[in-house]
Structures are given as C-alpha cells and as structure tokens.
C-alpha cells in the first residue's frame, strides 16, 4: 500500500509505503502530521471519495423485483480508475480536511497506488432506512457477486440518488474490506482535546443560541460556514471520540473479546496508565492503582497528569475499538512520557503489531527508536537469548522481524526518504549524530572544569 506526496507542505516529494509498523522521522516542521493525518483520512474516507457508476436499471430492478446481482469483477477492472478519482477527490478536499487558508494546498498532489483487492472472502451488511425498509448485501466466500435484497414493510420509497450514493459505499466497502485496513488516529492535540472537548460544545451552543435568537431567519449553510473548527479533521475526529466515550465503552475489542491470549497487550497499557478509567454519570475519571497504606481515589479527568491525558485515546482503541487487521495512526506516541514510558510504548506498539493491528507512528523519541531496535535485533540467533529476555522482561510478543517494519525519515532536502532496516533495527543516523554532539558537548565541559 504505497501514498505518493508532491508539493505537500515541506515535502517536495516522495513515497511512504505502509508496513506492519510504520515509522515518520525528521526534525520539527518538516510535514510529518501532515503526511500521517492524510493517509489516515483517505482510508478512512474512501467509501465516500469514490463514486461508482450504479445503473439506473439496476436501481429499478431492486425497486421493483425486491433483489439485484452486482458483478464485482465489473468494478474491480475499474479499480485503478477509481483510485485515480479518489485521489482527485481528496487532493480537492485538503484545504477543508486541514482547515487550512485558501490555496495552502493548491500545488499539493496525493495519490495512492499500487493497491489490490481480494474479494475472496464473505461479506455481510444490512442499512436500515427508517422501520420501513431494509437493505441486505450478502458475497459469499469466493463468489465474484454481490447479492442486494431489499426488505418493505410499509409502502415507502427511497429517492434513487439515495439508493446509488448507498449503493456505491458499500460495493467500495466489499471491493477493499479484506485489503484496507479500518484506520483510527491519535492526534497530537489529544492532550488539549481531552481537557477542553466540553468547552467546545458549549461554545458552538451559545453560538447556536445567539443565532436562533436572532431576527433574521436562520441560515444553517452561514451559521456552519462562520463556525466552522479551526482544527484539521483528524482532531475533530478525536474530539467526537472522546465526546462518545460513554458509548464506546460499551463496545469490546477484539483485543477485550480475547483477553488470554492478548494478555500482554492490556499488561503493557495498565503499567503505561498505572491505574485504569471509569465512566460514572457521563464523567471520565482515572482510578490509580491502589498503593500499601494510601487510600484508593478516583480523580477526575481534568485533574489527571498530563501523561494520562495523552493515553486516554490510546485506551480507548485498545479496549473499545480495535479490529484485527486495523490501522492505528498515533502523532508522536512519546508525548508528556516519562523516558521509561517511552520505552513500554515501544513495546505496547510491538505487541499490537503483533496482535494484527497496522501502526503507523511519527515521533522524535531516541527512546522508542532503541527500543524497537532492541526488538528487531531479538530476531536473530542470539546467544543467551532466553536469558537477555527475562532479565529484561520481553516477550515473544516483542519480538519484530525486520521486514515487519519500514521507516522513513523528511530532511531539509524537502524529500521523504526511506531508511533501511536490517538484523540490527533502523538506521537512524539522525539520532545518533545528535547524541554524538551532546556527548562530545559534555565531555568538553567536563574536562575543562577547574578544580
């Protein structure tokens, strides 16, 4: 699955292909959120950036025999056509999806490419309309068709532009359901989101007041226009995360759906979190764990460190949302940690790798570097192996083989360049010169101190 990027921000040019574990490295300013929250925002979105040719007999046939047969073959000859268009769309959309000033994104160019689809597998899907109507889509295993049924039962009729824009997502959602991964982002704003998300809507709901208050008759396209969010969409994405936090911790992962066998993924989390979260009459609250001799308090939300605060969403993917196969897409996963922290993030990521989830990560941490480092060079034939792992106290969960992970690095020749990855980890020369300098800093310092 590769993204291609010209004119995008800082980056004149380059590929980013994705892997099991992806890393984006590079100074400061240099279009890592950028190139992250796109990749992100297209899969997420791809239902809705290609519009398929539905046709209108096969609108009337479904209409009116009550099923239809949709040839998949027909669209997947077409599908590097659609991907084309997709990529048209979404170049469209930056400025919007960024929420950028007009023409930011002019000269930019995202495209996707050199994907393939398997449709080999069973897909399933009903769309409710109202209690009135029904939706069935059903491919069985290895079949190339897909069957629709729709189900009345009181005389209504849904507009034909409906029934094609339906129509059209969920044939794009069977066309990549087994190839593109469900794509979920943890901003690096999720600090600030998880303090404020509360203000916000009560700042959109006196606007909302004032507006209604007001003599004129009510425009809704002005009113959503005038107040539109000053954020990229990745952080309005989190924000309605965090606002549907009671209800999404009604669902379970399958990460929850299996704890045994994902035992050292929840292990790793709780030691990050040092406690968990409760939901008690809308409120968020983090419960420390309970130490020898010191009472058990809950404390609110707005109240915890820093560090919880950044790990809310993380939680929240792990225990409610993440599907095997996902994406994950975290900015800066060491942020507001401890460099200890840091180095149980780098096993969190390697076990959810692991586990089947994609993450992709951009990040400044030397911590997390070393770390998946130290994990790839357990791939090899070590001597003391055993012993090195529990001393150390690394599972076979956090073992990467080097092919499992690609890295790439924005320099100041504006490029996004792919860095190798062998027995020993990444090569990340970037890091090394920087602590070369601070050490040759030291000990120059050091030595010349007058006794």
Same mark, same amino acid.
């Given at each position: 699955?590769?993204?291609?990027?010209?004119?995008?921000?800082?980056?004149?040019?380059?590929?980013?292909?994705?892997?099991?574990?992806?890393?984006?490295?590079? /100074?400061?300013?240099?279009?890592?959120?950028?190139?992250?929250?796109?990749?992100? #925002?297209?899969?997420?979105?791809?239902?809705?950036?290609? +519009?398929?040719?539905?046709?209108?007999?096969?609108?009337?046939?479904? +209409?009116?025999?009550?099923?239809?047969?949709?040839?998949?073959?027909?669209?997947?000859?077409?599908?590097?056509?659609?991907?084309?268009?997709?990529?048209?769309?979404?170049?469209?959309?930056?400025?919007?999806?960024?929420?950028? /000033?007009?023409?930011?994104?002019?000269?930019?160019?995202?495209?996707?490419?050199?994907?393939?689809?398997?449709?080999?597998?069973?897909?399933?899907?009903?769309?409710?309309? #109202?209690?009135?109507?029904?939706?069935?889509?059903?491919? $069985?295993?290895?079949?190339?068709?897909?069957?629709?049924?729709?189900?009345?039962?009181?005389?209504?009729?849904?507009?034909?532009?409906?029934?094609?824009?339906?129509?059209?997502?969920?044939?794009?959602?069977?066309?990549?359901?087994?190839?593109? /991964?469900?794509?979920?982002?943890?901003?690096?704003?999720?600090?600030?989101?998880?303090?404020?998300?509360?203000?916000?809507?009560?700042?959109?709901?006196?606007?909302?007041?004032?507006?209604?208050?007001?003599?004129?008759?009510?425009?809704?396209? +002005?009113?959503?226009? $005038?107040?539109?969010?000053?954020?990229?969409?990745?952080?309005?994405?989190?924000?309605?995360?965090?606002?549907?936090?009671?209800?999404?911790?009604?669902?379970?992962?399958?990460?929850?759906?299996?704890?045994?066998?994902?035992? /050292?993924?929840?292990?790793?989390?709780?030691?990050?979190?040092?406690?968990?979260?409760?939901?008690?009459?809308?409120?968020?609250?983090?419960?420390?764990?309970?130490?020898?001799?010191?009472?058990?308090?809950?404390?609110?939300?707005?109240?915890?460190?820093?560090?919880?605060?950044?790990?809310?969403?993380?939680?929240?993917?792990?225990?409610?949302?993440?599907?095997?196969?996902?994406?994950?897409?975290?900015?800066?996963?060491?942020?507001?940690?401890?460099?200890?922290?840091?180095? =149980?993030?780098?096993?969190?990521?390697?076990?959810?790798?692991?586990?089947?989830?994609?993450?992709?990560?951009?990040?400044?941490?030397?911590?997390?570097?070393?770390?998946?480092?130290?994990?790839?060079?357990?791939?090899?034939?070590?001597?003391?192996? $055993?012993?090195?792992?529990? =001393?150390?106290?690394?599972?076979?969960?956090?073992?990467?083989?080097?092919?499992?992970?690609?890295?790439?690095?924005?320099?100041?020749?504006?490029?996004?360049?792919?860095?190798?990855?062998?027995?020993? #980890?990444?090569?990340?020369?970037?890091?090394?010169?920087?602590?070369?300098?601070?050490?040759?800093?030291?000990?120059?310092?050091?030595?010349?101190?007058?006794?």
């Amino acid at each position: 699955m590769k993204f291609q990027f010209k004119k995008f921000g800082y980056v004149d040019e380059g590929i980013l292909e994705l892997s099991d574990l992806t890393i984006i490295c590079g /100074p400061n300013n240099i279009g890592k959120t950028y190139v992250s929250y796109s990749i992100y #925002g297209f899969i997420k979105n791809l239902k809705s950036l290609i +519009k398929l040719p539905i046709n209108i007999d096969q609108i009337e046939e479904l +209409k009116n025999r009550g099923s239809v047969i949709i040839d998949l073959n027909f669209h997947q000859q077409k599908l590097s056509s659609y991907l084309v268009e997709a990529s048209k769309n979404f170049n469209s959309n930056l400025e919007y999806y960024f929420s950028s /000033p007009n023409n930011f994104f002019k000269s930019s160019n995202f495209i996707f490419k050199d994907f393939q689809v398997n449709i080999n597998n069973k897909f399933e899907k009903s769309i409710k309309f #109202g209690h009135k109507q029904n939706l069935l889509f059903d491919k $069985e295993i290895s079949s190339q068709n897909l069957f629709i049924v729709m189900q009345v039962t009181e005389n209504s009729e849904i507009p034909n532009r409906i029934l094609e824009t339906c129509i059209s997502e969920v044939i794009v959602e069977c066309l990549f359901s087994d190839s593109l /991964p469900k794509a979920f982002v943890v901003t690096s704003e999720r600090t600030g989101i998880s303090l404020f998300y509360k203000e916000i809507d009560i700042y959109r709901s006196a606007i909302l007041d004032n507006y209604l208050g007001q003599d004129d008759k009510f425009n809704p396209v +002005k009113f959503l226009n $005038e107040t539109r969010a000053r954020y990229a969409r990745p952080i309005q994405d989190n924000i309605d995360v965090i606002r549907d936090h009671e209800i999404l911790s009604k669902n379970t992962s399958f990460i929850q759906e299996n704890k045994k066998n994902y035992k /050292p993924i929840l292990d790793i989390l709780t030691q990050l979190l040092g406690g968990d979260f409760k939901f008690v009459n809308g409120q968020i609250f983090y419960s420390p764990k309970k130490e020898q001799n010191r009472n058990q308090i809950d404390v609110p939300f707005y109240l915890a460190s820093s560090s919880i605060k950044s790990l809310f969403l993380i939680d929240i993917y792990i225990n409610h949302i993440a599907e095997k196969r996902g994406l994950l897409v975290i900015d800066e996963p060491e942020l507001n940690l401890h460099p200890d922290n840091q180095r =149980k993030m780098a096993s969190l990521l390697a076990r959810l790798v692991n586990a089947g989830v994609k993450v992709l990560i951009t990040t400044h941490s030397d911590y997390i570097i070393r770390e998946l480092n130290n994990r790839i060079m357990l791939s090899n034939d070590i001597e003391n192996k $055993e012993e090195i792992m529990n =001393k150390n106290a690394i599972l076979t969960e956090d073992i990467l083989l080097p092919e499992q992970v690609k890295a790439f690095v924005v320099k100041n020749n504006h490029f996004i360049q792919e860095i190798a990855v062998d027995k020993y #980890g990444i090569n990340l020369q970037i890091f090394d010169e920087l602590i070369a300098e601070s050490n040759t800093l030291s000990s120059d310092i050091y030595y010349s101190i007058k006794d």
